[in-house]
Protein backbone atom coordinates (compact mmCIF):
# COMPACT_ATOMS: atom_id res chain seq x y z
CA UNK A 1 0.00 0.00 0.00
CA UNK A 2 1.48 3.35 -0.60
CA UNK A 3 1.05 6.29 1.39
CA UNK A 4 1.50 10.15 -0.69
CA UNK A 5 4.60 11.34 1.63
CA UNK A 6 4.61 15.92 1.81
CA UNK A 7 8.04 17.08 2.96
CA UNK A 8 8.22 20.24 4.69
CA UNK A 9 11.42 21.78 4.77
CA UNK A 10 14.55 20.72 2.89
CA UNK A 11 17.63 21.12 5.59
CA UNK A 12 19.15 18.42 8.00
CA UNK A 13 16.09 16.80 8.71
CA UNK A 14 14.85 17.01 5.29
CA UNK A 15 17.39 15.38 4.35
CA UNK A 16 17.32 12.48 7.04
CA UNK A 17 13.54 12.10 6.63
CA UNK A 18 13.89 11.39 2.99
CA UNK A 19 16.89 8.78 3.30
CA UNK A 20 14.49 6.97 6.16
CA UNK A 21 11.62 7.13 3.88
CA UNK A 22 13.44 5.68 0.92
CA UNK A 23 15.00 2.66 2.62
CA UNK A 24 12.12 1.91 5.41
CA UNK A 25 10.87 -0.69 3.45
CA UNK A 26 14.49 -2.39 2.55
CA UNK A 27 15.00 -2.76 6.46
CA UNK A 28 12.01 -3.05 8.14
CA UNK A 29 9.55 -4.79 5.16
CA UNK A 30 6.69 -2.54 5.80
CA UNK A 31 3.62 -3.14 3.93
CA UNK A 32 2.93 0.47 3.53
CA UNK A 33 5.48 2.17 1.25
CA UNK A 34 6.34 5.98 1.39
CA UNK A 35 5.34 7.36 -1.84
CA UNK A 36 7.38 10.89 -2.27
CA UNK A 37 5.27 13.25 -3.43
CA UNK A 38 6.59 16.24 -2.73
CA UNK A 39 9.08 18.81 -0.89
CA UNK A 40 9.01 22.17 0.19
CA UNK A 41 12.07 25.01 0.43
CA UNK A 42 11.14 28.60 0.39
CA UNK A 43 14.08 28.77 -2.80
CA UNK A 44 13.40 27.29 -6.14
CA UNK A 45 16.78 26.26 -6.95
CA UNK A 46 17.03 24.68 -3.55
CA UNK A 47 13.44 22.90 -4.04
CA UNK A 48 14.32 21.37 -7.13
CA UNK A 49 17.53 19.84 -6.18
CA UNK A 50 15.66 18.32 -2.83
CA UNK A 51 13.14 17.13 -4.93
CA UNK A 52 15.53 15.72 -7.59
CA UNK A 53 18.34 14.19 -5.41
CA UNK A 54 15.90 12.73 -2.82
CA UNK A 55 13.73 11.17 -5.22
CA UNK A 56 9.97 13.34 -4.81
CA UNK A 57 7.81 13.73 -7.80
CA UNK A 58 7.21 17.35 -7.67
CA UNK A 59 8.36 20.47 -5.57
CA UNK A 60 6.46 23.65 -4.00
CA UNK A 61 7.94 26.88 -3.16
CA UNK A 62 4.63 27.37 -0.50
CA UNK A 63 3.88 25.70 2.36
CA UNK A 64 0.44 26.45 1.85
CA UNK A 65 0.28 24.69 -1.52
CA UNK A 66 2.21 21.51 -0.61
CA UNK A 67 -0.54 20.59 2.15
CA UNK A 68 -3.13 21.24 -0.23
CA UNK A 69 -2.06 18.71 -2.97
CA UNK A 70 -4.55 16.09 -3.08
CA UNK A 71 -2.17 13.43 -3.35
CA UNK A 72 -0.43 13.71 -0.48
CA UNK A 73 -1.76 12.03 2.87
CA UNK A 74 0.74 12.20 5.01
CA UNK A 75 2.70 15.74 6.04
CA UNK A 76 5.92 15.53 7.70
CA UNK A 77 6.75 19.20 9.13
CA UNK A 78 10.53 19.47 9.49
CA UNK A 79 10.83 22.82 9.55
CA UNK A 80 12.53 25.18 12.50
CA UNK A 81 10.29 25.51 15.77
CA UNK A 82 8.40 28.50 14.65
CA UNK A 83 6.95 26.89 11.56
CA UNK A 84 5.75 23.75 13.47
CA UNK A 85 2.25 25.00 14.90
CA UNK A 86 1.23 27.31 11.98
CA UNK A 87 1.01 24.57 8.87
CA UNK A 88 0.74 21.76 10.92
CA UNK A 89 -2.80 22.88 12.62
CA UNK A 90 -3.93 23.81 8.74
CA UNK A 91 -2.85 20.37 7.32
CA UNK A 92 -4.68 18.23 10.53
CA UNK A 93 -7.72 20.81 9.40
CA UNK A 94 -7.71 19.58 5.81
CA UNK A 95 -7.26 15.64 7.11
CA UNK A 96 -3.61 14.82 6.60
CA UNK A 97 -1.85 13.17 9.11
CA UNK A 98 1.24 15.25 10.81
CA UNK A 99 4.10 14.06 12.03
CA UNK A 100 6.28 16.60 13.44
CA UNK A 101 10.14 17.15 14.22
CA UNK A 102 10.50 17.61 18.04
CA UNK A 103 10.63 20.22 20.02
CA UNK A 104 6.50 19.93 19.15
CA UNK A 105 6.27 23.85 19.44
CA UNK A 106 7.61 26.89 21.29
CA UNK A 107 5.67 27.07 24.53
CA UNK A 108 3.23 24.60 25.92
CA UNK A 109 0.30 26.70 24.94
CA UNK A 110 1.34 26.56 21.39
CA UNK A 111 1.92 22.06 22.03
CA UNK A 112 -1.71 21.82 23.68
CA UNK A 113 -3.18 24.10 20.63
CA UNK A 114 -1.55 21.48 18.06
CA UNK A 115 -2.62 18.13 20.06
CA UNK A 116 -6.12 19.28 20.69
CA UNK A 117 -6.65 19.95 17.35
CA UNK A 118 -5.01 16.75 15.88
CA UNK A 119 -7.73 15.05 18.71
CA UNK A 120 -10.56 17.04 17.48
CA UNK A 121 -9.67 16.11 13.55
CA UNK A 122 -9.27 12.41 14.80
CA UNK A 123 -6.24 12.21 11.78
CA UNK A 124 -2.60 10.34 13.20
CA UNK A 125 -0.33 12.43 14.87
CA UNK A 126 3.20 11.94 16.15
CA UNK A 127 6.30 13.68 17.36
CA UNK A 128 9.80 12.47 16.51
CA UNK A 129 11.74 11.06 19.28
CA UNK A 130 14.01 8.78 17.14
CA UNK A 131 16.64 7.79 19.74
CA UNK A 132 13.64 5.44 21.17
CA UNK A 133 14.26 3.22 18.27
CA UNK A 134 17.79 2.34 18.97
CA UNK A 135 18.10 -1.08 19.88
CA UNK A 136 19.70 -0.66 22.97
CA UNK A 137 17.03 2.24 24.08
CA UNK A 138 14.69 -0.82 23.03
CA UNK A 139 16.56 -2.96 24.93
CA UNK A 140 16.95 -0.96 28.37
CA UNK A 141 12.57 -0.56 27.90
CA UNK A 142 12.15 -3.94 28.08
CA UNK A 143 14.36 -4.84 30.58
CA UNK A 144 12.59 -1.95 32.55
CA UNK A 145 9.56 -3.10 31.77
CA UNK A 146 9.83 -6.40 32.74
CA UNK A 147 11.16 -5.08 36.34
CA UNK A 148 14.76 -6.60 35.65
CA UNK A 149 16.49 -3.89 37.55
CA UNK A 150 13.70 -3.37 40.58
CA UNK A 151 12.48 0.11 41.67
CA UNK A 152 14.39 2.24 40.07
CA UNK A 153 16.35 4.70 42.81
CA UNK A 154 18.67 7.07 40.32
CA UNK A 155 19.32 8.27 37.27
CA UNK A 156 21.94 9.93 35.21
CA UNK A 157 21.32 11.52 31.40
CA UNK A 158 23.90 13.75 29.46
CA UNK A 159 24.00 14.55 25.93
CA UNK A 160 26.45 16.59 24.36
CA UNK A 161 27.71 18.41 21.42
CA UNK A 162 30.07 20.65 20.36
CA UNK A 163 28.59 22.75 17.48
CA UNK A 164 27.23 25.38 19.27
CA UNK A 165 30.74 26.76 19.77
CA UNK A 166 31.58 27.41 15.87
CA UNK A 167 27.62 28.11 14.16
CA UNK A 168 25.77 31.43 12.93
CA UNK A 169 24.14 32.87 16.00
CA UNK A 170 22.00 34.73 13.54
CA UNK A 171 20.70 30.90 12.69
CA UNK A 172 17.06 30.47 14.08
CA UNK A 173 18.66 28.12 16.62
CA UNK A 174 19.86 30.94 18.54
CA UNK A 175 16.65 33.04 18.60
CA UNK A 176 14.19 32.62 21.71
CA UNK A 177 10.83 34.21 19.87
CA UNK A 178 11.56 31.95 16.84
CA UNK A 179 13.54 28.40 18.55
CA UNK A 180 11.55 29.04 21.86
CA UNK A 181 14.17 27.31 23.37
CA UNK A 182 18.25 27.04 23.11
CA UNK A 183 19.90 23.29 23.81
CA UNK A 184 16.92 22.71 25.78
CA UNK A 185 14.71 21.90 23.00
CA UNK A 186 17.62 20.99 20.79
CA UNK A 187 18.66 17.96 22.32
CA UNK A 188 16.91 18.41 25.74
CA UNK A 189 13.74 17.06 24.36
CA UNK A 190 15.21 14.03 23.24
CA UNK A 191 16.63 13.75 27.07
CA UNK A 192 13.46 14.34 28.91
CA UNK A 193 11.50 12.28 26.25
CA UNK A 194 13.73 8.86 26.76
CA UNK A 195 13.60 10.22 30.63
CA UNK A 196 9.42 9.39 30.44
CA UNK A 197 9.97 6.60 27.81
CA UNK A 198 12.42 4.88 30.44
CA UNK A 199 11.50 5.53 33.55
CA UNK A 200 8.55 7.78 34.48
CA UNK A 201 7.13 11.59 34.35
CA UNK A 202 9.15 14.01 36.11
CA UNK A 203 7.00 15.89 38.37
CA UNK A 204 9.90 18.02 40.17
CA UNK A 205 12.53 20.11 38.62
CA UNK A 206 15.37 22.57 39.50
CA UNK A 207 17.27 24.00 36.43
CA UNK A 208 20.38 25.76 36.05
CA UNK A 209 21.20 27.15 32.49
CA UNK A 210 23.86 29.12 30.83
CA UNK A 211 23.72 31.72 27.52
CA UNK A 212 27.69 30.78 26.25
CA UNK A 213 27.18 31.81 22.83
CA UNK A 214 25.82 35.32 23.94
CA UNK A 215 22.36 34.79 22.67
CA UNK A 216 18.96 34.76 23.73
CA UNK A 217 18.63 31.38 24.96
CA UNK A 218 20.51 28.79 26.76
CA UNK A 219 23.87 27.06 25.41
CA UNK A 220 24.24 24.84 28.92
CA UNK A 221 21.88 23.43 31.16
CA UNK A 222 21.62 21.53 33.98
CA UNK A 223 18.53 19.74 35.77
CA UNK A 224 17.64 17.72 39.16
CA UNK A 225 14.81 16.14 38.87
CA UNK A 226 12.66 13.45 40.44
CA UNK A 227 9.85 11.24 38.81
CA UNK A 228 6.73 11.06 40.04
CA UNK A 229 7.42 7.35 41.46
CA UNK A 230 10.48 9.15 43.64
CA UNK A 231 13.70 8.48 40.88
CA UNK A 232 15.89 11.34 41.66
CA UNK A 233 18.09 11.81 38.45
CA UNK A 234 20.34 14.58 36.66
CA UNK A 235 20.35 15.15 33.47
CA UNK A 236 23.26 17.48 31.68
CA UNK A 237 22.27 19.38 28.09
CA UNK A 238 25.36 21.15 26.15
CA UNK A 239 25.82 22.39 22.48
CA UNK A 240 29.01 23.77 23.33
CA UNK A 241 31.47 20.84 24.74
CA UNK A 242 34.62 20.46 22.71
CA UNK A 243 35.07 17.31 21.18
CA UNK A 244 31.62 16.14 22.03
CA UNK A 245 29.68 15.35 18.59
CA UNK A 246 26.67 13.40 19.63
CA UNK A 247 27.89 12.01 23.23
CA UNK A 248 24.30 10.87 24.56
CA UNK A 249 24.43 8.77 27.54
CA UNK A 250 22.49 7.27 30.72
CA UNK A 251 22.96 5.30 33.57
CA UNK A 252 19.86 3.69 35.29
CA UNK A 253 20.17 2.57 38.89
CA UNK A 254 17.70 0.14 40.50
CA UNK A 255 17.11 -1.77 43.53
CA UNK A 256 18.53 -4.98 41.65
CA UNK A 257 20.56 -3.86 38.54
CA UNK A 258 21.60 -0.79 36.14
CA UNK A 259 21.85 -0.11 32.57
CA UNK A 260 24.46 1.82 30.89
CA UNK A 261 24.02 3.06 27.61
CA UNK A 262 26.36 5.20 25.25
CA UNK A 263 24.80 6.61 22.05
CA UNK A 264 28.43 7.05 20.18
CA UNK A 265 28.42 2.93 21.27
CA UNK A 266 25.15 2.43 19.69
CA UNK A 267 24.77 -1.27 19.38
CA UNK A 268 25.78 -1.93 22.80
CA UNK A 269 23.66 -1.59 26.45
CA UNK A 270 25.90 -2.52 29.39
CA UNK A 271 23.71 -3.87 32.18
CA UNK A 272 24.82 -5.57 35.97
CA UNK A 273 22.47 -7.59 37.73
CA UNK A 274 22.88 -8.41 41.46
CA UNK A 275 21.24 -11.73 41.47
CA UNK A 276 23.52 -13.33 38.98
CA UNK A 277 26.49 -14.21 41.12
CA UNK A 278 28.55 -15.72 38.13
CA UNK A 279 28.89 -11.79 36.65
CA UNK A 280 31.05 -9.35 39.62
CA UNK A 281 30.85 -5.95 37.25
CA UNK A 282 29.12 -4.60 34.41
CA UNK A 283 28.76 -7.00 30.88
N1 LIG B 1 15.01 14.41 15.61
C1 LIG B 1 16.24 14.89 15.57
O1 LIG B 1 17.21 14.22 15.95
C2 LIG B 1 16.46 16.29 15.04
C3 LIG B 1 17.76 16.70 14.67
C4 LIG B 1 17.92 17.99 14.16
C5 LIG B 1 16.84 18.84 14.05
N2 LIG B 1 15.60 18.43 14.45
C6 LIG B 1 14.44 19.33 14.36
O2 LIG B 1 14.05 19.40 12.98
C7 LIG B 1 13.54 20.71 12.67
C8 LIG B 1 14.34 21.27 11.49
O3 LIG B 1 15.70 21.29 11.85
P1 LIG B 1 16.87 21.21 10.75
O4 LIG B 1 18.10 20.85 11.49
O5 LIG B 1 16.45 20.40 9.59
O6 LIG B 1 16.92 22.75 10.35
P2 LIG B 1 17.54 23.40 9.03
O7 LIG B 1 18.67 22.58 8.53
O8 LIG B 1 17.75 24.83 9.36
O9 LIG B 1 16.36 23.23 7.97
C9 LIG B 1 15.16 23.93 8.11
C10 LIG B 1 14.57 24.09 6.74
O10 LIG B 1 13.37 24.87 6.86
C11 LIG B 1 13.26 25.72 5.71
N3 LIG B 1 12.59 26.98 6.05
C12 LIG B 1 11.38 27.35 5.61
N4 LIG B 1 11.05 28.55 6.09
C13 LIG B 1 12.08 28.95 6.85
C14 LIG B 1 12.33 30.14 7.58
N5 LIG B 1 11.43 31.15 7.63
N6 LIG B 1 13.50 30.24 8.25
C15 LIG B 1 14.41 29.23 8.21
N7 LIG B 1 14.22 28.09 7.51
C16 LIG B 1 13.06 27.96 6.83
C17 LIG B 1 14.68 25.94 5.25
O11 LIG B 1 14.70 25.73 3.86
P3 LIG B 1 14.81 26.92 2.80
O12 LIG B 1 15.72 27.96 3.36
O13 LIG B 1 15.37 26.18 1.64
O14 LIG B 1 13.39 27.35 2.65
C18 LIG B 1 15.51 24.83 5.81
O15 LIG B 1 15.93 23.92 4.83
C19 LIG B 1 13.69 21.53 13.96
O16 LIG B 1 12.46 21.57 14.63
C20 LIG B 1 14.72 20.74 14.78
O17 LIG B 1 14.54 20.89 16.18
C21 LIG B 1 15.41 17.17 14.93
Known amino acids: MKLGIGLLGAGFMGKAHSHAYRSITTYLGTEVVPDLVAIYSRNKDRARNAMKRYGYRRFYTEWRDLIRDEEIEVIDNSLPNFLHKEPSIEAIEL ?9 LAR ?34 KKLLREQVLGKVTGFRFAYHQDWGLSSDTSSWRF ?12 QGSHVID ?9 RRVLAKAKRVRGADVEDYIVLLTETKEGAVGTIEVSRVSPGRKNYLIFEIYGE ?14 WIYIRDAPEISGFR
Open 95 to 103: GKHVTCEKP
Open 107 to 140: NLEEALEMVRAANRSGVTHGVIFNKRWFPGVQLA
Open 256 to 269: EGSLYFNMERLNEL
Open 194 to 202: LVHFLIGKI
Open 175 to 186: KRELAGYGVLGD
